[in-house]
Every structure is written in C-alpha cells, then in structure tokens.
C-alpha cells in the first residue's frame, strides 16, 4: 500500500512532462509561429526602378530582300550560259545569249524599209514645194497641188512607222542578250546551251536572290503584337520606334550585325490570328540565307525606368495568381498580388502592385505567412547587372 502512494507523485510528473512536450512540437509545427528567440528570421531587398531596355524573343524565318527570276522576252536556242551557278552577279550582267540570227536580219530589214520610207519622203517633199510655186502661176491646178501635200503627209508618216518598226526590231535583237536584273546570287541554271526557249514562258531560266541585307520575317498573334506595340510605346508617330533587331542562330549563337524593325503588317491574317512584323539585317558576308528559321530578339534603344524583382520572390497562390511578400511598417508579413510583364534574365518585371522603397522578402519564404512578425537580416543589394538572356518566373505556390 506504501509503494503504490510513493508511485503516484512519478507517474502525475510524467504524465505533465509528457503534455508539455506534446504542446511545444504542436507549436513548432505552426507555419510563420514566432520561434523561441522572437519573429523569424528573412532576408529582403528594397525594391527600385531601373533603367531598362525592354526586349522580346520571337521566332521568325530569313527571306531575300529582292527576288527576280530570269525570264526570256524573246524566243530562239539558246546559245551560251555566261555564269557561273551560285555565285553573284551584278545588274545588267550578262547571263544567256540566244541566237541572235534572226532578230539581226528583222533589224536589218526594217533599216533598209526606213531608208526607203525616207526617200520616197524626201521626193514628195521636193514635189510638194515645186506644185506650191507652180500653182501661183497657174501652172498646174489647185488639185494637183493639194495632192502633192497629201502625198508627201502620207511618206511622212511612213517613215515614222519604219522608224518605230527599226526601234522594235533593235530592242528584239537587245533581248537575244539575258542581263541579270538585280545584283545578287544566282541559282543553279534551269536550262542549258541548245534549249529552245520562248518569250515570257512559265519556268524561269534562273533565279537571283539579293542577301545584303536580308528580311526576317517574324510571326505573332494579334494580342501579343498590341502588348509589344504597348511595351515599346508604339503610340509615337511612325509606327514603331528604333528597335534593335538581333538574330538569334540555332546553335544559340547571336549572330553579329544588327538590324532594324521595319514595319508590322497592317492586317491580322484571319487563318492563323497573327500579325507578320519584319525586320532588316545586314549581310555582307553572305552568312544567313533565305529560309532559315531563326529567333529574333527586338530591343528597343531608348530606356525606360521599371521595376524588377528576383524571380525566386515571386510566388503564385493557389489561384495561380503571382504574389509577393512585403516587410511593411510594423515589421510583419503583407502579401500583395502583382501584374507581371516580361522576364529579363533572373528577374521578371512587375508592371503593377510595387513601388520603390518598399522591402520586398527574398529568402525564408517557406516560413512565414502573412501577417505573422518577422525580423530582417542583413539586407541583400540588387544586382545592377542586367543579365543578357530571359529566364522563367518561379513556380512557387502560397496556400
């Protein structure tokens, strides 16, 4: 009986010890709950506006800037080829030579029909002068008089249809020498020496593509074209302002000259809901070639002050929506919903919902919550360093 009442005082204190331990890991497991040494413990940045050039990553294709195909105006054999396939030409260069025989002779028959027209004209010029005297004196009638101007009117006219006759026959034997049209490189020849080649025919004896510079044609939807116009305050007269165009290869290199946006298309093509905007490289090398798909990278030269955050700071509530979390003026946790805008390496831009000055929590997000104390730590700088490639927003998610 002794033992059993000097038992019960153990096993009351065990059973309290027991509690309390209980209650101080149900405690500790409370997100954002003040620790035992007071507020947790996060780090911030004070968030400021910056000056930034706003870029955008869009994939397009290369093209020529001109595209002429070689085509005969006349028809005959062809007899020579003078160039030699994929190198570059210059205008007026000659490419082909037909047979030139006959348009030689046609040119040659209307000269001789011209001298002819020419000096039937100068015989009834001489016999109209003579009736205009004779008929002062009566010498031949007035009919015979009004006759001979008539005459001489009609090889007058003659003449000038042989004229145009030796014209249109010296262009034909002009067009028996195929010039290039534009400078630029030639593709393989389509036909070779001893074709028969007609006038205006369908099929194109060669085709001349000029390289430098080269168009690249970029593709967007409609909304996301209205967004860029936006970003880069395409509200100024002329369209667009100056923007930095850079091509992008797909080994990931950039290739080095820089371009220009030229003009975005006026129309949304109806089958596909996107806009077609183009830009201009330069080529002298002859680097890039037509067809080529490639990302082009628009950045706008002049700057513009924006706030940009890490983007380990950004998180999403359950809602999807992008969130941040802010130390404010009673040193406790404020949530607070953001608009986003574009990535700009490790950052992302925020185009609503903070203003400069205010601390902005970036590490010990995973233990706090909002409203709960917290205690700053040494406050991290913001890198000034823009970084060169756009990264992805966080994908972390607050309940």
């Known amino acids: 009986?002794?033992?059993?009442?000097?038992?019960?005082?153990?096993?009351?204190?065990?059973?309290?010890?027991?509690?309390l331990l209980g209650a101080c890991k149900d405690g500790s497991q409370q997100p954002g709950a003040m620790g035992p040494g007071g507020p947790v413990e996060?780090?911030?940045?004070?968030?400021t506006a910056q000056a930034i050039q706003l870029s955008e990553e869009l994939p397009g294709r290369t093209s020529a800037y001109r595209v002429a195909e070689v085509r005969p105006q006349v028809g005959g054999i062809l007899q020579k080829r003078l160039f030699t396939e994929g190198s570059d030409v210059q205008a007026g260069q000659l490419l082909y030579q037909i047979d030139p025989a006959t348009f030689?002779?046609?040119?040659?028959?209307?000269?001789?029909?011209?001298?002819?027209?020419?000096?039937?004209?100068?015989s009834a010029r001489l016999?109209?002068?003579?009736?205009?005297?004779?008929?002062?004196?009566?010498?031949?009638?007035?009919?015979?008089?009004?006759?001979?101007?008539?005459?001489?009117?009609?090889?007058?006219?003659?003449?000038?249809?042989t004229k145009a006759a030796v014209e249109t026959a010296r262009i034909n034997l002009g067009y028996t020498r195929i010039t290039a049209p534009i400078s630029g490189r030639i593709g393989k020849s389509m036909v070779s020496e001893g074709a028969l080649v007609t006038a205006q025919q369908a099929g194109a004896l060669a085709v001349i593509q000029q390289l430098d510079p080269l168009y690249v044609?970029?593709?967007?939807?409609?909304?996301?074209?209205?967004?860029?116009?936006?970003?880069?305050?395409?509200q100024q007269s002329g369209g667009h302002p100056q923007t930095e165009v850079r091509v992008l290869l797909d080994d990931g290199s950039e290739y080095p000259e820089a371009g220009s946006l030229e003009f975005s298309d006026s129309t949304v093509d109806q089958s596909t809901g996107t806009v077609t905007l183009r830009a201009t490289v330069p080529n002298p090398a002859g680097e890039l070639l037509p067809g080529l798909f490639v990302r082009a990278r628009l950045t706008r030269q002049q700057t513009q002050q924006a706030i940009l955050i890490p983007?380990?700071?950004?998180?999403?509530n359950n809602r999807g929506q992008?969130?941040?979390?802010?130390?404010?003026?009673?040193?406790?946790?404020?949530?607070?919903?953001?608009?986003t805008a574009q990535n700009v390496g490790d950052k992302i831009v925020i185009s609503e919902g903070l203003a400069a000055g205010e601390l902005l929590i970036v590490d010990g997000l995973q233990k706090i919550k909002p409203g709960v104390p917290v205690k700053i730590?040494?406050?991290?700088?913001?890198?000034?360093?823009?970084?060169?490639?756009?990264?992805?927003?966080?994908?972390?998610?607050?309940?």
Do not use: C
Request: net charge positive.
């Open 104 to 122: 030689q002779a046609s040119y040659d028959s209307a000269r001789a029909s011209l001298a002819r027209a020419e000096a039937a004209e100068y």
């Open 1 to 19: 009986m002794n033992t059993q009442k000097r038992r019960t005082p153990f096993i009351a204190l065990a059973l309290t010890a027991a509690l």
């Open 127 to 161: 016999k109209a002068e003579r009736y205009r005297k004779l008929v002062r004196s009566q010498a031949v009638s007035v009919q015979e008089q009004v006759e001979a101007e008539a005459a001489w009117k009609q090889t007058a006219a003659e003449v000038a249809a």
């Open 217 to 234: 044609d970029v593709s967007q939807s409609a909304g996301e074209t209205m967004q860029l116009k936006k970003r880069f305050d395409g």
């Open 322 to 339: 992008a969130m941040v979390m802010l130390v404010n003026g009673q040193n406790t946790v404020e949530a607070r919903l953001v608009s």
């Open 377 to 399: 730590a040494a406050e991290q700088p913001q890198s000034g360093k823009q970084p060169a490639a756009p990264g992805k927003p966080a994908a972390g998610k607050v309940e």
């Open 311 to 316: 983007q380990a700071s950004l998180v999403r």
């Open 42 to 47: 996060v780090r911030t940045v004070t968030v």
